[in-house]
């Protein structure tokens, strides 16, 4: 489902660069619940697992040296916040949108 939000840009650096507000993009989010299991010995694991944003009309290059990802709705709720996260490929481009991964912060 697409939502209208607000997209702030964090380059989490000591170079002293402010964050960029980006309003009314439009995106696509799909969340990963996390795994949770019970190992023999009772003790519980938890494993988590990026999102995968879709922001039409962004770029792969607004990108570029940013670390932190914070998306909010219209409302002020964050629905993610997390670090970009490369592991699963660099973000990508695909007719108009590019598409990325963030991992929540713990």
């Known amino acids: 489902m697409q939502s ?3 997209i702030n840009l964090i380059n989490n650096s000591s ?3 402010k964050p960029k507000k980006l309003t009314a ?7 990963v619940p996390d795994t949770v299991l019970t ?4 003790l519980v694991s938890r494993g988590s697992h990026p999102s995968t944003i879709r922001w039409f009309g962004g770029t792969a290059r607004d990108l570029h040296g940013v670390n932190q990802i914070r998306i909010v709705d219209s ?3 964050v ?3 997390g670090q970009l996260n490369t592991h699963y490929g660099v973000p990508r481009e695909v007719d ?3 598409i990325f991964d963030v991992l929540k912060l713990e």
Request: charged share 20%; no cysteine.
């Open 4 to 6: 209208i939000v607000e």
């Open 15 to 17: 170079a002293g660069i």
């Open 25 to 31: 993009q439009t995106v696509e989010i799909a969340h």
């Open 39 to 42: 190992g023999v010995d009772g």
């Open 75 to 77: 409302r002020g709720a």
């Open 79 to 81: 629905l993610v916040d």
């Open 96 to 98: 108009g949108w590019v």
